[in-house]
Every structure is written in C-alpha cells, then in structure tokens.
C-alpha cells in the first residue's frame, strides 16, 4: 500500500524555523521525484520545492528560495523540507508528492504550517 505521511508542522513564530518530514511507503523512493507543494487559498496546489530522482537536483519557487531547503534519504524513505525565516505568508497546508513517469503521482495528506506571532 502506497503512503506518504506528512509530519512536523505547527504554530511558529516569524522567523522561527520548522523541519517537515514525509514518511514513504510501498514504493522505491529512489525512483520518484519529490515535491512539496502548498494549498494556495483559491488557487489550488503551488509547488514550493522539488529535488529530483536522477540527480537530486533541487528548485525551489521564488518566495522560498534561500529560506527552504528540500532533502531526501532514500535508504529511509525520508523526504525532508527545512524551514527557516518563515513569515505569515507561509501559513498553509503543506503536502508532499511523488512522481515517477508511467508510474504516476502519489500524494500525502498534508501537515499544518502556521507563522503567527
């Protein structure tokens, strides 16, 4: 059974910093290209940071860029999104996504980030 399990938002100050893991399973993670994406009020789902399979190559939209940070471990099944100087604009519902072609687009149900003081 394929899962991903989101874990590790909650309440942070501006400018606080959160690490947000995905748990996956039932699939070789070496093979998918993560992404996390957030849920965008009224505009559906915008990617924040991608680290492909082949590579780990990374990018990051611009609104996080020099702040987020995207990492893997596939001997773990780990997917890892570091979270530093975050703002209130990056309150949302965070989710993370694999994808492999032919294979398809597996998704986790989110994790809550909220950035309030």
């Known amino acids: 059974q394929v899962q991903l399990v989101e874990s590790g938002g909650g309440l942070v100050q501006p400018g606080g910093s959160l690490r947000l893991s995905c748990a996956v399973s039932?699939?070789?993670?070496?093979?998918?290209?993560i992404g996390w994406f957030c849920r965008a009020p009224g505009k559906g789902r915008e990617g924040v940071s991608f680290?492909?399979?082949?590579?780990?190559?990374?990018e990051y939209a611009d609104s996080v860029k020099g702040r987020f940070t995207i990492s893997r471990d596939n001997v773990n099944n780990m997917v890892y999104l570091q979270m530093n100087s975050l703002k209130p604009e990056d309150t949302d519902v965070y989710l993370c996504?694999?994808?492999?072609?032919?294979?398809?687009?597996?998704w986790g149900q989110g994790t809550q980030v909220t950035v309030s003081a």
């Open positions: 039932g699939f070789t993670l070496e093979y998918y290209a």
């Open positions: 680290i492909s399979s082949a590579d780990g190559s990374t």
């Open positions: 996504a694999a994808d492999r072609q032919y294979y398809g687009t597996y």
